[in-house]
């Protein structure tokens, strides 16, 4: 996580740097992008043509295999777009190749050039800096070389079977779109199994303690190599020693993980023949393509796999299923008008189930309601919001866009960009503050209604309710939409347009995953709805989720926006392995650090009471909201007070937290029990001092008061109020009906 420029910004948990160089997807300027560039395509296309290139990409494919799950973040020997550009390089060759296997100096020179193809074929594009559109088109071609959004395998599966389902079901066909999407997923399974199984001969090699036993190991892999049933036999086993066998061993399965990503089709059905065939090319078939068309639209993206002369199928990118999921269902379809109108409305209604069942999981105690309406009094329209539900004092609406991103809008065309940005990021922010200002409008009188049942929706809007909207995609742009600042660049919106965050349905499924309890699931869409209002960022939504994990969003300091932060490399936390709670009706903490008391407190708080039921999420949310050193400081001063210390009765020693136009103050008030004879209405009294805290602040204040009695048992507290003040002088603030 770093920082531009000079700045008084502290985010709990991370190292400020002062200089870092170049932002993501900015390059160095060499003397000459486009020397550069064909250089190094000489490079590889070289490699390719002088070695035998199924080692050299199996090989590859092991190696960033590897480094993958190995891992966190940050380089790699080989990145995966560079694979894919090397195994799209092999199937432009027509000419048969050499079955010589290359050396690891060869590797990893071809391994460099492949990668500094990825950055002068980025440098050359030549942005105009000072276009806003320039700009940000050059940094969706990076986004578009770089970025991979590896679902989550049962995700994946998920999302797949339902959409292949819902067009089984519309087409009427035979389809077995969802069986054939199932067999790339076994058969991509069993490569890691197999990669398991290299390196368990490889350590039983490297332990072996008879030449038999490396015999063995070797028959093995002259079995299923033939590159290393060639290589082997010039090696005399009989007149070379122990030692010398061993480590020519190891040099043979180092050549000699062809089998690993290879699929035998003997042991196919039919369906499934049929299926990898369709996502296959043979070497050769990409000779008319153009070397450079593969940065922005590689075919591997939708035909991962090649088939050999011997009717096998290899493939060095067995992540492309999970990275590049719809492309490869598309490919498995008929191009025609009606299969796509089907495959479209497959992606949206799938799409709007699966968000209301993650919301519904993930908020075990909201009121979930799916395709909600309400009929507009100016112009008698019924407009529809996808999901909503209603978390006490809390709304959150979620507005679906399951549109594709366009091809030429990934590779930075102008118009397209603009229009697909507006349809699927801009629209859902704008329909959303529709819903928002109709009940700030009519409030109680606002009538509202499900779409399947006609039944109305109940919600108590007599109080003051927060609000916080999203637009939900299946695809996504990453860094280059999960906020507003390029928007605004662009002139799309301006600087007082109420905007909603766009979230992918992956990323949904991810934050759903690493928050599993509703407290923080429900605190971290409250906080990320509003961050942009304390700070100016460039990252993706797993690198804010890495932010809240680390410190719960905690942003201090004089100038918050004055600054532009970049998070690079920053998202370690949600590559780890999670298995979530299935059940997330639980106050645990996930990312917010409580000192002990207050933890205490948020359980007690969760657990209930009739007297805050009502109010329980917006005094957790409060609570949550406060940084950690100042609830240490109040920890302290009640202990101190609990003990004998700091005289009499003591109001207004509180906590606050400041978000633009909302404020969310921790207040306690530390009674003498002989004082309740002075003052018996303790409400009232917390009342006063809650309005007197908010008392001068523009805008709506959440006021948790916490009465603390100086001779108490109890370890949390003895009296709890919730107050929610909106100042007179502070127009509609966005968040609040």
Known sequence: MKKLGNSKIYLHGYEMLRDFGAETGDVTEPANWENEFQENRSTIETAIRIHDPISLLSRTATQCTLEGSAKKSGPTTVPLAALEILQATFLMQLQTSRRIPPSPHSLLRTWKAAEATLESFIGKQKADRTDPFSELANRTRAQTLHYRFIFDRE??????????????????????????????????????????????????????????????????????????????????????????????????????????????????????????KALSHRPGDLFDQSFEHLFMNNPVWNRPFIETASSKYFTALPQIPFAFPFRIIESLIPEDRLTAAALSDARAEALEELIFEVVSKALPSATVIRSLQWKDPTDGKIYEHDTVAILGNQIFIFEAKSGKIREPARRGGPEALKKTLRELFVEPAEQSMRMQAYLNEYGPRASLWEKTTGKPVLIDLTKPKAVYRFGITIEGLASLTAGRRFFERLGMIDSTTKWAPSISLGELFMISKYLDSEVSFGHYLSRRYTLEEVLDFIGDEQDLLSMYLTNGFCVLGEGTRDQTVLLFQADDLVRTTKIPR?????????????????????????????????????????????????????????????????????????????????????????????????????????????YSVADGFVGTTDCVVMTIFRDSKTLTYDGISFFRVKSKKSSSSGYII
């Open 582 to 690: 299935e059940d997330r009706a639980n106050s645990a903490l996930v990312g917010v650090s409580l000192p002990p008391r207050w933890k205490l407190i948020s359980d007690e708080v969760y657990a209930g009471h009739p007297s805050i039921d009502r109010h329980k999420f917006d005094i957790l949310f409060t609570i949550m909201n406060q940084p950690p050193p100042a609830l240490a400081k109040l920890q302290s001063r009640i202990s101190r007070w609990r003990s004998g210390g700091g005289g009499r009765s003591k109001q207004g020693e509180h906590s606050k937290y400041v978000i633009n136009d909302r404020q969310f103050v921790v207040l306690i008030n530390l009674m003498d029990r002989r004082d309740l004879d002075r003052s018996p209405d303790i409400a009232g009294n917390c009342r006063v001092i809650a």
């Open 155 to 276: 995700v994946c599966l998920i999302v797949v079977d339902r959409i292949a389902t819902k067009f089984d079901q519309k087409t009427k066909e035979f389809s077995e779109l969802r069986a054939r999407f199932r067999s790339i997923v076994k058969e991509v399974d069993k490569i890691a199994v197999r990669l398991g199984d290299h390196y368990d001969k490889v350590q039983a090699l490297l332990e072996a303690t008879t030449k038999e036993a490396v015999q063995g190991i070797v028959d093995f892999y002259v079995d299923v190599c033939p590159l290393a049933a060639k290589t082997w036999k010039r090696v005399d086993s009989e007149r070379t020693d122990l030692e010398t066998l061993r480590n020519l061993a190891f040099q043979l399965t180092e050549i000699s993980h062809e089998w690993i990503f290879t699929i035998n089709s003997e042991g196919l059905s039919e369906l499934e023949k049929d299926t990898f």
